[in-house]
């Protein structure tokens, strides 16, 4: 790899094989690792979305109905902020769990934030966090970049799905679609 001018920040604590390291805008390389489909919907169902207000519509034989009226501005507005919510809840845990670096030493990186009144948590995760998101992200582009590939990092491969097709019996034609499709991805 000569004449890459990227650098290594952090500590690696190695969790699987087969890690993907992405090259982020300010040169910094980061290994990603899958985050569990399984966990992400378990931390999305942490957030109770509101439900819609129930309304009473007369029908055209003179009887009533109840309908759910998910055009209630209040309801809208209750909606949107929980699904926020619960995006920012899912960005933290897989920065978090899919990025396999930890951070420096504190003095290497904390410097510059404590001088302009950052509190630095005690929380290894939230440091962790604050780390991902004061040094390894420098552009908005940074953080698209590390959760797709986290998110990427957790699909599975052509040979997997490939796999997977010649354990079946009868039609697959639509698993050999699945698997053409990802290797043209």
């Given at each position: 790899?000569?004449?890459?001018?990227?650098?290594?920040?952090?500590?690696?604590?190695?969790?699987?094989?087969?890690?993907?390291e992405?090259?982020?805008?300010?040169?910094?390389?980061?290994?990603?690792?899958?985050?569990?489909?399984?966990?992400?919907?378990?931390?999305?169902?942490?957030v109770?979305?509101?439900?819609?207000?129930?309304?009473?519509?007369?029908?055209?034989?003179?009887?009533?109905?109840e309908?759910?009226?998910?055009?209630?501005?209040?309801?809208?507005?209750?909606?949107?902020?929980?699904?926020?919510?619960?995006?920012?809840?899912?960005?933290?845990?897989?920065?978090?769990?899919?990025?396999?670096?930890?951070?420096?030493?504190?003095?290497?990186?904390?410097?510059?934030?404590?001088?302009?009144?950052?509190?630095?948590?005690e929380?290894?995760?939230?440091?962790?966090?604050?780390?991902?998101?004061?040094?390894?992200?420098?552009?908005?582009?940074?953080?698209?970049?590390?959760?797709?590939?986290?998110?990427?990092?957790?699909?599975?491969?052509?040979?997997?799905?490939?796999?997977?097709?010649?354990?079946?019996?009868?039609?697959?034609?639509?698993l050999?679609?699945?698997?053409?499709?990802?290797?043209?991805s």
């Amino acid at each position: 790899m000569a004449g890459n001018k990227s650098k290594k920040v952090g500590k690696k604590q190695p969790v699987f094989d087969n890690p993907l390291e992405v090259t982020l805008s300010n040169g910094v390389r980061v290994n990603i690792r899958p985050v569990p489909p399984y966990l992400i919907d378990r931390i999305r169902g942490t957030v109770t979305l509101p439900k819609p207000p129930v309304i009473k519509v007369k029908t055209a034989w003179g009887g009533e109905e109840e309908w759910l009226n998910e055009s209630d501005a209040t309801y809208k507005a209750a909606l949107e902020l929980a699904e926020e919510a619960q995006a920012a809840k899912l960005w933290k845990a897989e920065f978090i769990l899919g990025i396999e670096d930890e951070p420096p030493p504190d003095k290497e990186w904390t410097e510059n934030l404590t001088a302009f009144g950052v509190e630095i948590p005690e929380d290894s995760k939230e440091k962790k966090l604050l780390w991902i998101e004061t040094v390894l992200i420098a552009k908005g582009i940074d953080a698209w970049k590390l959760i797709n590939a986290i998110r990427g990092a957790a699909r599975p491969t052509k040979e997997e799905i490939s796999e997977l097709a010649e354990s079946f019996r009868g039609d697959l034609s639509w698993l050999k679609a699945a698997a053409k499709e990802a290797e043209q991805s």
